[in-house]
Structures are given as C-alpha cells and as structure tokens.
Antibody
C-alpha cells in the first residue's frame, strides 16, 4: 500500500527556514521513474506546485520560488525533504507531498498534508 | 509559465444533474492534464489523467476530454459524495493548477 506522510513544525516565525519531511511507504524513490513533489495550499485558496525530485536525483522548482527552495532525498530512509528559507506569513499553507511517475505526470498518491503557520 | 483558467469558479447543482467543468490552458499542452477532487480538510484525489484516462477506482460517471488548450471534466449524474472542489493540473511544462471549481448543492 502506497502512502506518503508529511511532518514538520506547525508554527514558524517570519524569516526562519522551514524544513518538511515526507516519509514514503509502499514504494521507493530508488525505483526508476518514481518522482515526489511538494505542493502547498493556503487556507481557502488554490493548489501551488513547489518542487519535484526524481529517482535519478534530478530536481525541479517553481521558478517564482526557486531561490528559496531546496528538495532532497534520503533513499535509505525513504524520505524526501523540502527546505524553504525566509518564511513569510503569506507562506502559511497546508503543505502536501505527492507521488508521480515518469510518463504519467499526474499525482496519484498524496500525503494527508501538514498545516504550517508563519507568525511571530 | 502556463496559466490554467477554470470555469466556472463555483457551481450549484442537484443530485442526478450532469455537470461540466472546463479548463483552458494559455498554450497547447497536448493531453498533459489531470483532474482532482478535493473535499474540505482532505488531500486532493486523482480522478482523470492524460486528459481522458479514468484513474483506477474512480466511478465511471466521471469522464474527461480535450487536448491542446481546452479540456472538460464531466460528471454524468451527480451523487451526494461528489460535492467538492475540483482542480485541473497541467504537467506539460512544469506544473500549474487551475484556480478550482467549487461544486455545491442546489
């Protein structure tokens, strides 16, 4: 059974760096074709794709945020980590990780999401 | 960046109605489009991928069509559990979501 689960702080202060972890189960990011993305959703608003990492270590970023984002993976722990620097209250959102596969761009499995609030 | 414009932004309908939601891309995206259903407090759920392929386990009352710039999601006969917000997503060039369509009970 494929599952993804996000973890990280519920509250961060402005200017701080956010670190979120996505723990994968039922599949491995070491398998050819596997991809994991981070997506966020501010309260009451639409979804926004942030970043993706592939089985072969390729990384892709939302161009409007790429100077603040870093995505990485630890295959031995079956985890994907997203860091976002210089957090601002507008970054308050539910952050999701989701799986996709080469050749099928859609996100077929999603984590439950984790709400991050940016406030002093 | 490719912009995805969904319409309508909200829609009121009754159980049993046929409903269509549209998504227009700012440039051609072939068939690299998927549709998601999201209920309050829950993660999005994949319904349709590659514009018209039904995800496993999704009821057949959901269907998708289109290619290039214009796409539709159709629900043939609304069920009570279908009242939710729907999003399109293009993955032709990076990723961008539509702004969502909230489907409410009339």
């Amino acid at each position: 059974q494929v599952t993804l689960k996000e973890s990280g702080p519920a509250l961060v202060k402005p200017t701080q760096t956010l670190t979120l972890t996505c723990t994968l189960s039922g599949f491995s990011l070491s398998i050819s074709g596997m991809r994991v993305s981070w997506i966020r959703q501010p309260p009451g608003r639409a979804l926004e794709w942030l970043a993706r990492i592939d089985w072969d270590d390729d990384e892709f970023y939302n161009t409007s945020l790429n100077t603040r984002l870093t995505i990485s993976k630890d295959t031995s722990k079956n985890q994907v980590v997203l860091t976002m620097t210089n957090m601002d209250p507008v970054d308050t959102a539910t952050y999701y990780c989701a799986r996709s596969e080469l050749g099928i761009g859609a996100f077929d499995y999603w984590g439950q999401g984790t709400l991050v609030t940016v406030s002093s | 960046a490719i912009q995805m414009t969904q319409s309508p932004s909200s829609l009121s309908a009754s159980v049993g109605d046929r409903v269509t939601i549209t998504c227009r891309a700012s440039q051609g995206i072939k068939n690299d489009l998927s549709w998601y259903q999201q209920k309050p407090g829950k993660a999005p759920k994949l319904l349709i991928y590659a514009a018209s392929s039904l995800q496993s386990g999704v009821p057949s009352r959901f269907s998708g069509s289109g290619s290039g710039t214009d796409f539709t999601l159709t629900i043939s006969s609304l069920q009570p559990e279908d009242f939710a917000t729907y999003y399109c997503l293009q993955d032709y060039n990076s990723y961008s979501f539509g702004q969502g369509t909230k489907l409410e009970i009339k």
